[in-house]
């Protein structure tokens, strides 16, 4: 097991290996398929993308007395054509579910970038692990708006390493 | 009871009691999982021999734990609501009973602090900010109650669904091949352990109805026709080879049950659809 906290740099992401549970401790940011699309035009994003995390994530609402609703990722095959020109602007950490693309795979490892997956359907035990949660970009988008997350030890599995593995591999 | 015609009596109902009956079932639904579902879980975590699939069921178990103590959602993609709706031919309905369902669901996803995760448009795609229209099959029975099939289906596992019409001649093996196929394709993006839904007969949409229809049927429930029950064991044990495993990290644990529901087609027919249900199977049934 390691535990990482953010921003995540390039020595970070060599010490990942697909299988390995990750704690990640710091602020990770929310992302689903149309903030991408925005993103992606965005020239000046209200959070850093060098070092960044992005989890796909379009939360529950929140009751009183907690500080996001129920957690759980997204299917991330949705984002494969959508991530590259974040990559290329320093997005490090893709947190989401399920398999992805080739072409997804070869950017993600030109770029040293890593895909971790959550327990899916879990969304109830991941919010227990987020502290703090802000709206920072696109209120209109609703669930599909960009939060800043403060989690304290979110777990996660490395998917996709740089080195070519995936935990979806059967041989 | 209204007397209408000698020998024949009709029920009221005030259509204002289906609406509560929706409100309370989709908060229900979506807060906690049903005992025989969670027993299958642990189950399948008992038998699973891979480490890192354990501790995903393992992580399946706790959430379940976590959201009925604190009455929190088990997933942030509450759903959209189907709802299958029975009506006996001896009920006078107070108001429309559609519009009544609706403001159920408007109600539930309210005051249950659920996520609204339906759009108006395929290509304009505003939310609609209440979680409805809910997708309602109906179907006149015998009788004086209404009986109501409800459940909160998430898109995940929607999205790897599917309806194939296959000829007649491709038989129990093409269909087979086809749900071994289907869920292969679809790996881990599902969310498993799944439970698979599989409509065999009618006609294009039938099979899709018929096939979440089994979804919604009791865990323990087998199939009473010998060859489709045959089927549902066959494909249960072929699915858990195709180690897939628990949100498609591999293991023995990649459905927890299989559901074959069936009707009469076309002699040139041979329709197939496959719904494929997530772990968190949120659905109950209601009688009024």
């Known amino acids: 097991m390691i535990k990482l906290i953010t921003p995540i740099s ?85 947190i989401g579910k399920g398999d992805r693309s080739e072409e997804f795979r070869k950017e993600m490892i030109k770029n040293k970038a890593v895909y971790l997956i959550a327990t899916g359907g879990a969304g109830a035990l991941l919010s227990s692990k987020i502290k703090k949660c802000d709206l920072i970009m696109y209120e209109d988008l609703g669930a599909e708006a960009v939060y800043k997350l403060e989690v304290e030890e979110f777990p996660c599995f490395v998917a996709y390493d740089i080195y070519g593995n995936s935990i979806f591999d059967r041989s | 009871m209204n007397e209408i015609k000698e020998g024949e009596y009709m029920r009221n109902i005030d259509v204002t009691e289906v609406t509560k009956v929706v409100k309370d079932s989709v908060i229900k639904i979506n807060h906690t999982l049903s005992n025989s579902l969670v027993s299958l879980i642990k189950k399948a975590k008992e038998n699973e021999s891979k480490e890192i699939s354990k501790s995903i069921l393992d992580d399946i178990l706790n959430n379940q734990e976590i959201a009925k103590e604190g009455n929190i959602p088990l997933c942030q993609d509450t759903g959209m609501v189907v709802v299958y709706l029975e009506i006996g031919r001896e009920v006078i309905l107070s108001g429309n009973i559609y519009d009544a369902i609706n403001e159920g669901v408007r109600q539930g996803y309210q005051e249950g602090y659920l996520r609204k995760s339906v759009v108006d448009h395929p290509f304009k795609r505003s ?162």
């Open chain 2, 127 to 288: 939310n609609t900010k209440d979680n409805t229209p809910a997708v309602i099959h109906t179907t006149i029975t015998e009788g004086s109650k209404i009986k109501m099939k409800i459940a909160s289906k998430g898109g995940g596992s929607e999205n790897m669904s599917k309806v194939t019409m296959l000829t007649p001649t491709e038989g129990i093996e093409g269909v087979k091949k086809l749900v071994l196929d289907t869920i292969k394709y679809a790996g881990g993006k599902p969310c498993p352990p799944i439970i698979v839904g599989i409509g065999i007969g009618g006609n294009l949409e039938k099979s899709a109805i018929i096939a979440k229809e089994s979804l919604l049927r009791d865990l323990n429930d087998e199939a009473s026709d010998p060859i489709i029950n045959k089927l549902e064991k066959d494909l249960y044990k072929e699915i858990n080879k195709l180690d897939i495993g628990p949100m498609g990290v591999g293991g023995d644990t990649t459905c927890l049950a299989v559901k074959v529901n069936y009707y009469p087609m076309h002699i040139a027919a041979l329709p197939v659809a496959i719904n494929i249900q997530c772990h968190s199977a949120r659905h109950t049934e209601v009688i009024i």
């Open chain 1, 10 to 94: 390039s020595k970070d992401i060599e010490t990942l290996v697909v299988g390995e549970k990750v704690l990640f401790t710091g602020t990770i940011y929310t992302a689903r398929d149309q903030a991408h699309l925005r993103l992606i035009d965005e020239p000046n994003p209200a959070f850093n993308l060098e070092g960044s995390v992005i989890y796909y994530v379009g939360p529950s609402p929140k009751k009183d007395g907690f500080a996001i609703g129920a957690s759980g990722p997204t299917s991330s095959y949705r984002m494969d054509k959508l991530s590259p020109p974040l990559m290329e602007r320093g997005l490090k950490v893709m």
